[in-house]
Protein backbone atom coordinates (compact mmCIF):
# COMPACT_ATOMS: atom_id res chain seq x y z
CA UNK A 1 0.00 0.00 0.00
CA UNK A 2 1.18 3.26 -0.96
CA UNK A 3 1.87 6.49 1.22
CA UNK A 4 -0.87 8.98 1.18
CA UNK A 5 -2.78 11.56 3.15
CA UNK A 6 -5.59 9.99 5.33
CA UNK A 7 -6.40 13.19 7.64
CA UNK A 8 -5.42 16.57 7.13
CA UNK A 9 -6.18 19.33 9.98
CA UNK A 10 -5.29 22.94 9.24
CA UNK A 11 -5.48 25.96 11.59
CA UNK A 12 -5.36 29.87 10.87
CA UNK A 13 -4.94 29.80 7.98
CA UNK A 14 -6.62 32.15 5.14
CA UNK A 15 -10.57 31.55 5.15
CA UNK A 16 -9.50 28.22 7.30
CA UNK A 17 -9.72 28.84 11.47
CA UNK A 18 -9.54 25.10 12.38
CA UNK A 19 -10.68 22.36 9.69
CA UNK A 20 -10.03 18.82 9.86
CA UNK A 21 -11.05 16.17 7.42
CA UNK A 22 -10.34 12.55 6.59
CA UNK A 23 -8.92 11.74 3.39
CA UNK A 24 -8.84 9.10 0.55
CA UNK A 25 -6.86 7.84 -2.64
CA UNK A 26 -8.88 10.38 -4.52
CA UNK A 27 -10.61 13.17 -2.51
CA UNK A 28 -13.18 15.36 -4.23
CA UNK A 29 -13.45 19.05 -2.45
CA UNK A 30 -17.37 19.92 -3.31
CA UNK A 31 -18.38 23.97 -3.15
CA UNK A 32 -19.89 26.74 -4.30
CA UNK A 33 -17.56 29.78 -5.15
CA UNK A 34 -15.64 31.76 -2.21
CA UNK A 35 -16.29 28.84 0.90
CA UNK A 36 -12.23 28.26 0.77
CA UNK A 37 -11.86 24.74 -1.31
CA UNK A 38 -8.49 25.87 -2.45
CA UNK A 39 -7.15 26.91 0.58
CA UNK A 40 -6.94 23.32 1.03
CA UNK A 41 -5.18 22.68 -1.49
CA UNK A 42 -3.11 26.00 -0.88
CA UNK A 43 -2.02 24.89 3.10
CA UNK A 44 -1.13 21.44 1.31
CA UNK A 45 1.04 23.22 -0.88
CA UNK A 46 2.82 25.39 1.80
CA UNK A 47 3.41 22.45 3.63
CA UNK A 48 5.10 20.52 0.97
CA UNK A 49 6.63 23.29 -1.21
CA UNK A 50 6.39 26.19 0.97
CA UNK A 51 4.51 28.11 -1.60
CA UNK A 52 0.82 29.12 -0.83
CA UNK A 53 -0.75 29.48 -4.78
CA UNK A 54 1.53 28.76 -7.64
CA UNK A 55 5.17 30.20 -7.70
CA UNK A 56 3.84 32.39 -4.63
CA UNK A 57 5.54 32.62 -1.09
CA UNK A 58 3.76 32.34 2.40
CA UNK A 59 2.72 36.37 3.12
CA UNK A 60 1.82 36.19 6.87
CA UNK A 61 -0.41 39.96 6.30
CA UNK A 62 -2.68 37.60 3.65
CA UNK A 63 -2.58 34.40 4.34
CA UNK A 64 -2.93 34.10 8.54
CA UNK A 65 -6.85 33.77 9.21
CA UNK A 66 -8.29 37.17 10.16
CA UNK A 67 -9.09 36.19 13.59
CA UNK A 68 -7.05 34.08 14.68
CA UNK A 69 -4.61 35.87 16.69
CA UNK A 70 -4.00 34.62 20.21
CA UNK A 71 -3.50 36.69 23.14
CA UNK A 72 0.27 36.72 24.54
CA UNK A 73 1.10 34.61 21.26
CA UNK A 74 2.33 34.80 18.06
CA UNK A 75 0.35 34.45 15.27
CA UNK A 76 0.86 31.01 13.88
CA UNK A 77 -0.62 28.79 10.95
CA UNK A 78 -0.15 25.01 11.99
CA UNK A 79 -0.69 22.10 9.12
CA UNK A 80 -0.90 18.62 10.36
CA UNK A 81 -1.16 15.70 7.82
CA UNK A 82 -1.71 11.82 9.07
CA UNK A 83 -0.24 9.80 6.98
CA UNK A 84 -0.98 5.82 6.08
CA UNK A 85 2.28 4.02 5.75
CA UNK A 86 3.50 1.58 3.77
CA UNK A 87 3.59 -1.86 5.05
CA UNK A 88 7.67 -1.50 5.08
CA UNK A 89 7.74 0.88 7.22
CA UNK A 90 5.04 -0.56 9.65
CA UNK A 91 7.58 -0.75 12.57
CA UNK A 92 6.94 2.94 12.88
CA UNK A 93 3.25 2.65 13.46
CA UNK A 94 0.10 2.40 11.49
CA UNK A 95 0.64 5.93 10.24
CA UNK A 96 2.92 9.28 10.99
CA UNK A 97 1.07 12.38 11.93
CA UNK A 98 3.40 15.08 10.84
CA UNK A 99 2.80 18.72 11.46
CA UNK A 100 4.67 22.33 10.82
CA UNK A 101 3.97 25.73 12.04
CA UNK A 102 4.47 29.10 10.75
CA UNK A 103 5.09 31.98 13.01
CA UNK A 104 4.91 36.04 12.04
CA UNK A 105 8.23 36.09 13.67
CA UNK A 106 9.81 33.76 11.84
CA UNK A 107 8.14 33.84 8.09
CA UNK A 108 10.89 32.64 6.18
CA UNK A 109 11.23 29.40 8.31
CA UNK A 110 8.63 26.72 9.97
CA UNK A 111 8.76 24.07 12.99
CA UNK A 112 8.90 20.71 11.62
CA UNK A 113 8.27 17.07 14.08
CA UNK A 114 6.82 13.94 13.10
CA UNK A 115 5.56 11.12 15.74
CA UNK A 116 4.09 7.20 14.59
CA UNK A 117 1.12 6.09 16.17
CA UNK A 118 -0.33 2.59 16.50
CA UNK A 119 -4.02 2.11 16.40
CA UNK A 120 -4.91 -0.22 19.35
CA UNK A 121 -8.95 -1.69 20.08
CA UNK A 122 -9.22 -1.06 24.11
CA UNK A 123 -11.41 -3.75 26.07
CA UNK A 124 -14.73 -1.88 25.21
CA UNK A 125 -13.52 -2.03 21.55
CA UNK A 126 -12.79 1.76 20.81
CA UNK A 127 -9.79 2.51 19.01
CA UNK A 128 -6.87 4.02 21.07
CA UNK A 129 -3.56 5.53 19.95
CA UNK A 130 -0.06 4.78 21.11
CA UNK A 131 2.66 6.76 20.47
CA UNK A 132 5.69 4.81 18.70
CA UNK A 133 8.64 6.00 21.08
CA UNK A 134 11.49 4.99 18.96
CA UNK A 135 11.43 5.30 14.82
CA UNK A 136 13.28 4.71 12.61
CA UNK A 137 13.96 7.96 11.88
CA UNK A 138 16.73 7.60 8.96
CA UNK A 139 14.37 5.51 6.42
CA UNK A 140 11.20 7.06 7.37
CA UNK A 141 12.97 10.89 6.91
CA UNK A 142 13.86 9.49 3.32
CA UNK A 143 10.43 8.32 2.44
CA UNK A 144 8.56 11.99 3.62
CA UNK A 145 11.16 13.70 2.29
CA UNK A 146 10.87 12.01 -0.87
CA UNK A 147 7.34 13.18 -1.16
CA UNK A 148 6.57 15.01 -4.43
CA UNK A 149 3.35 17.19 -4.23
CA UNK A 150 1.97 19.02 -7.43
CA UNK A 151 -0.39 21.90 -7.43
CA UNK A 152 -2.21 21.91 -10.20
CA UNK A 153 -3.76 25.70 -10.07
CA UNK A 154 -7.51 26.68 -11.53
CA UNK A 155 -5.58 28.99 -14.25
CA UNK A 156 -3.44 26.94 -16.25
CA UNK A 157 -2.20 29.49 -18.47
CA UNK A 158 0.74 29.53 -20.56
CA UNK A 159 3.60 30.26 -17.68
CA UNK A 160 2.39 27.13 -16.21
CA UNK A 161 3.03 24.81 -19.25
CA UNK A 162 6.67 26.62 -19.42
CA UNK A 163 7.04 25.59 -16.13
CA UNK A 164 5.77 22.43 -16.81
CA UNK A 165 8.15 21.56 -19.86
CA UNK A 166 11.25 22.33 -17.96
CA UNK A 167 10.27 20.21 -15.18
CA UNK A 168 10.02 17.58 -17.90
CA UNK A 169 13.64 18.09 -18.56
CA UNK A 170 14.67 18.07 -15.42
CA UNK A 171 13.13 14.95 -14.70
CA UNK A 172 14.55 13.12 -18.49
CA UNK A 173 17.79 14.57 -17.65
CA UNK A 174 18.28 12.58 -14.12
CA UNK A 175 16.96 9.44 -16.51
CA UNK A 176 18.84 9.89 -19.10
CA UNK A 177 22.04 9.78 -17.75
CA UNK A 178 25.24 11.72 -19.95
CA UNK A 179 23.14 11.02 -23.02
CA UNK A 180 22.33 14.95 -23.34
CA UNK A 181 25.75 16.15 -22.53
CA UNK A 182 26.76 14.13 -25.64
CA UNK A 183 23.63 15.53 -27.76
CA UNK A 184 24.53 19.12 -26.77
CA UNK A 185 28.66 18.73 -27.45
CA UNK A 186 27.72 17.45 -31.28
CA UNK A 187 24.89 20.30 -31.45
CA UNK A 188 27.40 22.81 -30.85
CA UNK A 189 29.92 21.07 -33.00
CA UNK A 190 27.32 21.46 -36.12
CA UNK A 191 26.61 25.11 -34.54
CA UNK A 192 30.01 26.06 -34.74
CA UNK A 193 30.67 24.61 -38.57
CA UNK A 194 28.32 27.36 -39.59
CA UNK A 195 29.29 30.59 -37.82
CA UNK A 196 33.29 29.77 -38.32
CA UNK A 197 33.31 32.77 -40.01
CA UNK A 198 31.70 34.98 -36.99
CA UNK A 199 33.78 33.21 -34.34
CA UNK A 200 37.39 33.54 -36.49
CA UNK A 201 36.45 37.30 -37.32
CA UNK A 202 35.45 37.67 -33.34
CA UNK A 203 39.40 36.06 -32.37
CA UNK A 204 41.17 38.24 -34.91
CA UNK A 205 39.56 41.56 -33.48
CA UNK A 206 39.79 40.40 -29.96
CA UNK A 207 42.68 37.89 -29.69
CA UNK A 208 40.92 34.97 -27.65
CA UNK A 209 38.39 32.61 -29.05
CA UNK A 210 34.71 33.16 -28.18
CA UNK A 211 32.10 30.41 -29.07
CA UNK A 212 28.79 29.41 -29.29
CA UNK A 213 27.71 27.03 -25.80
CA UNK A 214 23.98 25.53 -24.99
CA UNK A 215 23.97 26.32 -20.95
CA UNK A 216 24.45 23.30 -19.10
CA UNK A 217 20.64 23.67 -17.88
CA UNK A 218 18.42 22.64 -20.82
CA UNK A 219 15.28 24.11 -18.74
CA UNK A 220 15.02 27.29 -20.22
CA UNK A 221 14.81 25.46 -23.37
CA UNK A 222 12.41 23.20 -22.64
CA UNK A 223 10.00 26.02 -21.35
CA UNK A 224 10.41 26.91 -25.06
CA UNK A 225 9.70 23.78 -26.80
CA UNK A 226 6.19 23.11 -27.98
CA UNK A 227 3.69 19.43 -28.68
CA UNK A 228 3.05 19.77 -32.22
CA UNK A 229 0.42 17.54 -34.23
CA UNK A 230 3.70 16.49 -37.12
CA UNK A 231 0.67 15.54 -39.67
CA UNK A 232 -1.06 18.91 -39.67
CA UNK A 233 1.65 21.21 -37.96
CA UNK A 234 -0.60 22.66 -34.96
CA UNK A 235 1.08 23.38 -32.19
CA UNK A 236 -0.40 22.85 -28.61
CA UNK A 237 -0.48 26.41 -27.57
CA UNK A 238 -2.42 26.97 -30.75
CA UNK A 239 -5.06 24.76 -29.68
CA UNK A 240 -7.92 25.18 -27.12
CA UNK A 241 -7.49 25.34 -23.94
CA UNK A 242 -9.55 22.32 -23.17
CA UNK A 243 -6.87 20.19 -24.96
CA UNK A 244 -4.05 21.91 -23.28
CA UNK A 245 -5.91 20.83 -20.10
CA UNK A 246 -6.07 16.98 -20.89
CA UNK A 247 -2.05 17.27 -21.49
CA UNK A 248 -1.70 17.77 -18.04
CA UNK A 249 -2.18 14.46 -16.09
CA UNK A 250 -0.29 12.60 -18.69
CA UNK A 251 2.52 14.93 -18.62
CA UNK A 252 2.52 14.70 -14.78
CA UNK A 253 1.80 10.82 -14.88
CA UNK A 254 5.21 10.88 -17.43
CA UNK A 255 7.50 12.33 -15.03
CA UNK A 256 6.26 10.52 -11.79
CA UNK A 257 6.99 7.14 -13.41
CA UNK A 258 10.55 8.61 -14.71
CA UNK A 259 11.08 9.53 -11.37
CA UNK A 260 10.18 6.08 -9.73
CA UNK A 261 12.74 4.88 -11.83
CA UNK A 262 15.86 6.75 -10.25
CA UNK A 263 15.09 5.04 -6.61
CA UNK A 264 17.96 2.88 -6.11
CA UNK A 265 17.18 -0.78 -4.83
CA UNK A 266 15.88 -0.83 -1.28
CA UNK A 267 15.69 3.09 -0.95
CA UNK A 268 12.71 4.97 0.18
CA UNK A 269 10.52 5.13 -3.57
CA UNK A 270 9.22 8.87 -4.26
CA UNK A 271 5.63 9.37 -3.23
CA UNK A 272 3.80 11.48 -5.98
CA UNK A 273 0.61 13.58 -4.79
CA UNK A 274 -1.48 15.88 -6.81
CA UNK A 275 -3.64 18.82 -6.01
CA UNK A 276 -5.66 19.34 -8.44
CA UNK A 277 -7.85 22.71 -8.69
CA UNK A 278 -11.14 22.44 -10.82
CA UNK A 279 -9.86 19.85 -13.27
CA UNK A 280 -13.16 20.61 -15.13
CA UNK A 281 -11.92 24.11 -16.20
CA UNK A 282 -12.44 24.78 -20.15
CA UNK A 283 -13.70 20.95 -20.81
CA UNK A 284 -16.91 19.47 -21.54
CA UNK A 285 -18.55 16.89 -19.59
CA UNK A 286 -17.33 13.81 -22.06
CA UNK A 287 -13.74 15.09 -21.47
CA UNK A 288 -14.25 15.69 -17.55
CA UNK A 289 -15.24 12.17 -17.44
CA UNK A 290 -12.77 10.99 -19.36
CA UNK A 291 -10.02 13.23 -17.63
CA UNK A 292 -11.48 11.65 -14.07
CA UNK A 293 -11.46 8.09 -15.10
CA UNK A 294 -7.28 8.85 -16.23
CA UNK A 295 -7.18 9.69 -12.82
CA UNK A 296 -8.42 6.95 -11.19
CA UNK A 297 -6.04 4.83 -13.56
CA UNK A 298 -2.71 6.15 -12.75
CA UNK A 299 -3.69 5.90 -8.77
CA UNK A 300 -2.10 3.10 -7.11
CA UNK A 301 0.14 3.07 -10.29
CA UNK A 302 2.52 5.94 -10.19
CA UNK A 303 0.22 8.29 -8.38
CA UNK A 304 -0.67 8.13 -4.95
CA UNK A 305 -3.17 10.12 -4.26
CA UNK A 306 -5.19 13.57 -6.06
CA UNK A 307 -6.91 15.89 -4.27
CA UNK A 308 -9.34 18.02 -6.33
CA UNK A 309 -11.88 20.81 -6.09
CA UNK A 310 -14.39 20.46 -8.14
CA UNK A 311 -18.08 22.44 -9.38
CA UNK A 312 -18.57 19.40 -11.82
CA UNK A 313 -21.82 16.81 -11.15
CA UNK A 314 -19.90 14.63 -13.75
CA UNK A 315 -16.89 14.43 -12.08
CA UNK A 316 -18.53 13.80 -8.92
CA UNK A 317 -20.28 11.31 -10.54
CA UNK A 318 -17.37 9.10 -11.79
CA UNK A 319 -15.75 9.78 -7.85
CA UNK A 320 -19.21 8.11 -6.57
CA UNK A 321 -18.86 5.40 -8.91
CA UNK A 322 -15.59 4.34 -7.57
CA UNK A 323 -16.24 4.37 -3.59
CA UNK A 324 -13.43 2.24 -2.55
CA UNK A 325 -10.94 4.65 -3.47
CA UNK A 326 -13.05 7.84 -3.34
CA UNK A 327 -14.51 9.93 -1.27
CA UNK A 328 -16.13 13.23 -1.33
CA UNK A 329 -16.29 16.74 0.80
CA UNK A 330 -18.94 19.73 0.87
CA UNK A 331 -17.14 22.52 1.96
CA UNK A 332 -19.23 25.54 3.57
CA UNK A 333 -18.91 28.78 4.95
CA UNK A 334 -20.27 29.12 8.18
CA UNK A 335 -22.56 32.09 8.55
CA UNK A 336 -21.68 33.12 12.04
CA UNK A 337 -17.82 33.67 11.78
CA UNK A 338 -17.66 33.11 8.08
CA UNK A 339 -14.97 29.96 8.21
CA UNK A 340 -14.48 27.51 5.85
CA UNK A 341 -15.62 23.90 6.92
CA UNK A 342 -17.48 20.91 6.41
CA UNK A 343 -21.00 20.32 5.43
CA UNK A 344 -22.69 17.52 7.17
CA UNK A 345 -25.41 17.46 4.84
CA UNK A 346 -25.31 14.54 2.29
CA UNK A 347 -26.69 16.38 -0.41
CA UNK A 348 -23.39 17.21 -2.07
CA UNK A 349 -25.06 18.57 -5.30
CA UNK A 350 -26.53 21.49 -3.24
CA UNK A 351 -23.10 22.92 -2.51
CA UNK A 352 -22.06 22.98 -6.44
CA UNK A 353 -23.89 25.78 -7.09
CA UNK A 354 -26.29 26.32 -10.21
CA UNK A 355 -24.60 22.90 -11.98
CA UNK A 356 -27.41 21.07 -9.42
CA UNK A 357 -29.97 22.24 -11.34
CA UNK A 358 -28.92 19.49 -13.77
CA UNK A 359 -27.04 17.46 -11.93
CA UNK A 360 -29.06 14.00 -12.24
CA UNK A 361 -29.33 14.76 -16.12
CA UNK A 362 -25.54 14.61 -16.25
CA UNK A 363 -25.58 11.64 -14.28
CA UNK A 364 -27.81 9.34 -16.71
CA UNK A 365 -25.87 11.15 -19.64
CA UNK A 366 -22.77 9.30 -17.92
CA UNK A 367 -24.40 6.23 -17.54
CA UNK A 368 -25.76 6.49 -20.96
CA UNK A 369 -22.17 7.62 -22.49
CA UNK A 370 -20.59 4.71 -20.38
CA UNK A 371 -23.03 2.26 -21.63
CA UNK A 372 -22.21 3.05 -25.47
CA UNK A 373 -18.50 2.87 -24.70
CA UNK A 374 -18.58 -0.60 -23.44
CA UNK A 375 -20.89 -1.16 -26.60
CA UNK A 376 -18.27 0.64 -29.02
CA UNK A 377 -15.22 -1.63 -27.67
CA UNK A 378 -17.60 -4.76 -28.12
CA UNK A 379 -18.24 -3.75 -31.33
CA UNK A 380 -14.73 -3.44 -32.10
CA UNK A 381 -13.99 -6.71 -30.70
CA UNK A 382 -16.71 -8.70 -32.76
CA UNK A 383 -15.55 -7.07 -36.11
CA UNK A 384 -11.98 -7.92 -35.16
CA UNK A 385 -13.03 -11.14 -34.45
CA UNK A 386 -15.65 -12.21 -37.29
CA UNK A 387 -15.47 -9.93 -40.71
CA UNK A 388 -19.38 -10.75 -41.27
CA UNK A 389 -22.24 -7.62 -41.60
CA UNK A 390 -24.20 -7.63 -38.72
CA UNK A 391 -27.91 -7.48 -37.68
CA UNK A 392 -28.65 -6.13 -34.57
CA UNK A 393 -31.99 -7.18 -32.55
CA UNK A 394 -33.71 -6.01 -29.11
CA UNK A 395 -33.39 -9.45 -27.40
CA UNK A 396 -32.24 -13.16 -27.49
CA UNK A 397 -35.91 -14.33 -28.10
CA UNK A 398 -35.65 -12.61 -31.46
CA UNK A 399 -32.05 -13.97 -32.17
CA UNK A 400 -33.26 -17.29 -31.60
CA UNK A 401 -36.06 -17.03 -33.54
CA UNK A 402 -34.27 -15.43 -36.46
CA UNK A 403 -31.61 -17.85 -36.43
CA UNK A 404 -34.32 -20.52 -36.33
CA UNK A 405 -36.06 -18.49 -39.31
CA UNK A 406 -32.78 -18.36 -41.62
CA UNK A 407 -32.61 -21.77 -41.47
CA UNK A 408 -35.91 -23.34 -42.42
CA UNK A 409 -36.52 -20.45 -45.21
CA UNK A 410 -32.74 -21.79 -46.26
CA UNK A 411 -31.44 -18.43 -46.86
CA UNK A 412 -27.77 -17.84 -47.31
CA UNK A 413 -26.53 -15.42 -44.14
CA UNK A 414 -22.99 -17.12 -44.57
CA UNK A 415 -21.61 -13.66 -43.94
CA UNK A 416 -23.63 -11.96 -41.81
CA UNK A 417 -24.23 -12.41 -38.09
CA UNK A 418 -27.28 -12.01 -35.76
CA UNK A 419 -26.57 -10.01 -32.47
CA UNK A 420 -27.83 -8.96 -29.20
CA UNK A 421 -27.57 -8.78 -25.51
CA UNK A 422 -29.21 -9.45 -22.88
CA UNK A 423 -32.00 -6.60 -22.18
CA UNK A 424 -30.84 -4.72 -25.66
CA UNK A 425 -33.79 -3.16 -26.28
CA UNK A 426 -34.74 -0.43 -28.94
CA UNK A 427 -32.27 2.24 -27.74
CA UNK A 428 -29.42 -0.19 -27.55
CA UNK A 429 -30.05 -1.84 -31.16
CA UNK A 430 -30.36 2.00 -32.40
CA UNK A 431 -27.09 2.98 -30.65
CA UNK A 432 -25.41 0.01 -32.59
CA UNK A 433 -26.09 0.93 -36.04
CA UNK A 434 -25.53 4.03 -35.27
CA UNK A 435 -21.74 3.78 -33.79
CA UNK A 436 -21.29 1.54 -36.33
CA UNK A 437 -22.00 3.91 -39.00
CA UNK A 438 -19.59 5.91 -37.56
CA UNK A 439 -17.12 3.39 -36.72
CA UNK A 440 -17.14 2.37 -40.90
CA UNK A 441 -17.08 6.06 -41.91
CA UNK A 442 -13.18 5.95 -40.53
CA UNK A 443 -12.42 2.37 -40.54
CA UNK A 444 -13.31 1.35 -44.15
CA UNK A 445 -13.89 -2.28 -43.23
CA UNK A 446 -16.17 -2.95 -46.19
CA UNK A 447 -18.74 -4.05 -43.75
CA UNK A 448 -22.62 -2.66 -43.10
CA UNK A 449 -24.98 -2.73 -40.59
CA UNK A 450 -28.51 -3.31 -39.90
CA UNK A 451 -31.10 -3.27 -36.91
CA UNK A 452 -34.66 -4.51 -36.66
CA UNK A 453 -37.12 -2.70 -34.59
CA UNK A 454 -40.49 -3.00 -32.67
CA UNK A 455 -43.16 -0.98 -34.17
CA UNK A 456 -42.94 1.23 -30.47
CA UNK A 457 -39.36 2.34 -32.04
CA UNK A 458 -40.78 3.41 -35.51
CA UNK A 459 -39.78 7.29 -33.90
CA UNK A 460 -36.21 5.80 -34.12
CA UNK A 461 -36.65 5.25 -37.71
CA UNK A 462 -37.92 8.59 -38.35
CA UNK A 463 -34.79 10.34 -36.96
CA UNK A 464 -32.96 7.98 -38.85
CA UNK A 465 -34.51 8.55 -42.26
CA UNK A 466 -33.83 12.09 -41.50
CA UNK A 467 -29.89 11.15 -41.53
CA UNK A 468 -28.20 12.60 -45.30
CA UNK A 469 -25.01 12.16 -44.23
CA UNK A 470 -22.41 10.02 -46.10
CA UNK A 471 -21.63 7.32 -43.37
CA UNK A 472 -26.18 6.65 -42.97
CA UNK A 473 -25.00 3.95 -46.25
CA UNK A 474 -23.15 1.93 -43.65
CA UNK A 475 -26.19 1.01 -41.40
CA UNK A 476 -29.87 1.44 -41.12
CA UNK A 477 -33.10 -0.02 -38.83
CA UNK A 478 -35.75 -1.41 -40.32
CA UNK A 479 -38.93 -2.11 -38.59
CA UNK A 480 -41.22 -5.68 -38.67
CA UNK A 481 -44.13 -4.83 -41.59
CA UNK A 482 -47.44 -5.70 -40.94
CA UNK A 483 -48.50 -9.23 -42.33
CA UNK A 484 -52.22 -10.18 -43.23
CA UNK A 485 -53.17 -11.48 -40.17
CA UNK A 486 -52.13 -8.22 -38.33
CA UNK A 487 -53.41 -5.79 -41.08
CA UNK A 488 -56.91 -7.70 -40.94
CA UNK A 489 -57.52 -6.33 -37.36
CA UNK A 490 -55.73 -2.95 -37.95
CA UNK A 491 -59.22 -1.57 -38.62
CA UNK A 492 -60.62 -2.20 -35.34
CA UNK A 493 -57.48 -2.13 -33.05
CA UNK A 494 -54.38 -0.54 -32.62
CA UNK A 495 -51.35 -2.76 -32.60
CA UNK A 496 -47.85 -1.74 -31.48
CA UNK A 497 -46.30 -4.69 -33.54
CA UNK A 498 -43.38 -6.99 -32.49
CA UNK A 499 -41.90 -9.93 -33.88
CA UNK A 500 -44.52 -12.57 -31.68
CA UNK A 501 -47.29 -10.98 -34.03
CA UNK A 502 -45.60 -13.29 -36.77
CA UNK A 503 -45.96 -16.78 -34.66
CA UNK A 504 -49.88 -17.76 -35.46
CA UNK A 505 -52.79 -18.06 -32.97
CA UNK A 506 -52.50 -21.73 -32.01
CA UNK A 507 -48.37 -20.35 -30.63
CA UNK A 508 -50.21 -17.89 -28.51
CA UNK A 509 -52.76 -20.25 -26.82
CA UNK A 510 -49.71 -22.54 -26.13
CA UNK A 511 -47.84 -19.66 -24.39
CA UNK A 512 -51.14 -18.37 -22.26
CA UNK A 513 -51.58 -22.04 -21.24
CA UNK A 514 -48.07 -21.93 -19.60
CA UNK A 515 -48.42 -19.11 -18.11
CA UNK A 516 -46.13 -17.03 -20.06
CA UNK A 517 -48.62 -13.76 -21.05
CA UNK A 518 -50.74 -11.17 -19.39
CA UNK A 519 -54.03 -9.56 -20.13
CA UNK A 520 -53.62 -5.94 -21.42
CA UNK A 521 -55.38 -2.81 -20.90
CA UNK A 522 -58.50 -2.33 -23.03
CA UNK A 523 -56.89 1.34 -23.59
CA UNK A 524 -53.61 -0.46 -25.16
CA UNK A 525 -55.73 -1.46 -28.03
CA UNK A 526 -59.22 -0.54 -28.55
CA UNK A 527 -59.88 2.39 -30.86
CA UNK A 528 -61.06 5.78 -28.46
CA UNK A 529 -64.34 5.11 -30.27
CA UNK A 530 -65.14 1.64 -28.75
CA UNK A 531 -63.68 2.68 -25.58
CA UNK A 532 -66.14 5.17 -25.34
CA UNK A 533 -69.00 3.00 -26.11
CA UNK A 534 -67.85 0.12 -24.12
CA UNK A 535 -67.86 3.31 -20.93
CA UNK A 536 -71.34 3.80 -22.33
CA UNK A 537 -72.69 0.04 -21.77
CA UNK A 538 -72.90 -0.61 -25.47
CA UNK A 539 -70.80 -3.66 -26.73
CA UNK A 540 -72.50 -3.98 -30.10
CA UNK A 541 -70.65 -4.22 -32.99
CA UNK A 542 -67.44 -4.36 -31.04
CA UNK A 543 -65.36 -7.02 -32.64
CA UNK A 544 -64.12 -10.22 -31.00
CA UNK A 545 -60.67 -9.56 -29.73
CA UNK A 546 -57.82 -11.89 -30.97
CA UNK A 547 -55.52 -13.34 -28.52
CA UNK A 548 -52.14 -11.59 -30.21
CA UNK A 549 -54.38 -8.59 -29.98
CA UNK A 550 -55.62 -8.59 -26.05
CA UNK A 551 -52.58 -10.42 -24.13
CA UNK A 552 -49.04 -9.86 -24.42
CA UNK A 553 -45.81 -11.69 -23.08
CA UNK A 554 -45.46 -11.21 -19.33
CA UNK A 555 -41.20 -11.17 -19.08
CA UNK A 556 -38.69 -11.49 -21.48
CA UNK A 557 -37.56 -14.73 -20.25
CA UNK A 558 -41.07 -16.06 -21.33
CA UNK A 559 -40.20 -14.47 -24.62
CA UNK A 560 -37.58 -16.41 -24.45
CA UNK A 561 -38.92 -19.85 -23.43
CA UNK A 562 -41.32 -19.44 -26.37
CA UNK A 563 -38.51 -19.07 -29.23
CA UNK A 564 -37.15 -21.72 -27.91
CA UNK A 565 -40.39 -23.85 -28.06
CA UNK A 566 -40.18 -22.12 -32.07
CA UNK A 567 -36.62 -23.41 -32.65
CA UNK A 568 -36.90 -26.82 -31.86
CA UNK A 569 -39.87 -27.79 -34.40
CA UNK A 570 -38.57 -28.92 -37.82
CA UNK A 571 -38.32 -26.52 -40.32
CA UNK A 572 -41.66 -27.94 -42.04
CA UNK A 573 -43.35 -26.85 -39.22
CA UNK A 574 -42.03 -23.78 -38.38
CA UNK A 575 -43.17 -22.70 -41.32
CA UNK A 576 -46.51 -23.74 -40.88
CA UNK A 577 -46.79 -21.38 -36.90
CA UNK A 578 -45.36 -18.53 -38.45
CA UNK A 579 -45.93 -15.94 -40.94
CA UNK A 580 -44.65 -15.40 -44.47
CA UNK A 581 -43.63 -11.89 -43.69
CA UNK A 582 -40.50 -12.31 -41.58
CA UNK A 583 -39.43 -14.27 -44.74
CA UNK A 584 -39.76 -10.64 -46.36
CA UNK A 585 -38.05 -8.60 -43.47
CA UNK A 586 -34.98 -10.42 -43.67
CA UNK A 587 -34.78 -10.83 -47.28
CA UNK A 588 -35.01 -7.13 -47.45
CA UNK A 589 -31.99 -6.67 -44.66
CA UNK A 590 -29.71 -8.93 -46.80
CA UNK A 591 -30.39 -7.19 -49.80
CA UNK A 592 -29.42 -4.08 -48.11
CA UNK A 593 -26.25 -5.43 -46.43
CA UNK A 594 -24.98 -6.90 -49.66
CA UNK A 595 -25.69 -3.80 -52.03
Not at 216 to 238: A, Y
Not at 429 to 447: A, S
Amino acid sequence: MDLYIKRIEIKNFRSIKKLSLDMNKVSLLIGKNDVGKSNILRALNLFFNNEVDYLEKLNFDRDFYVDGKRKGKADEISVVLDLHLPQTYKANGDFVRWKKTWRRDKETTYSDSYVGYRVKINRLKKEKLVEVRKLRKTNLGKLLSRINFRYIPANKNSNYFDELRGEIYKTIASDAGGSFEKTSKSFEKDIEKHIKELTGALKGSLGFDSHLKLPNDLTSIFEKLEFIDPIKKIQLNQRGDGIKSRHIPHILNFMAEKQKGLVGKGAPRYTVIWGYEEPENNLEITSCIELMNEIFLYIGRNISQCIATTHSPAIYNVVKENQESGMTHSIVINDGDRTTEISKELDVFRHIGATALYAKEIESFQKDLEEKSRNIEILKEEIKNEQKHRIYVEGLSDKILLEKAVDAYQLDFSNIILCTKRGGGDNYVYDMVKQFKLFEKHEKTGLRVAGILDEDAKSKIKDQDKDKSSNSKYGKCFPYEFCSSINSQKRYFSVSLSLEHYYCTSIWEYAEGKGWLEVKEKTDYYKKSDINKILDGDDSGIQEVPIFISHKFNSGSNKVACAKYLSRKSNDEFLDLVDDKLKEVLLSIKSFLNS
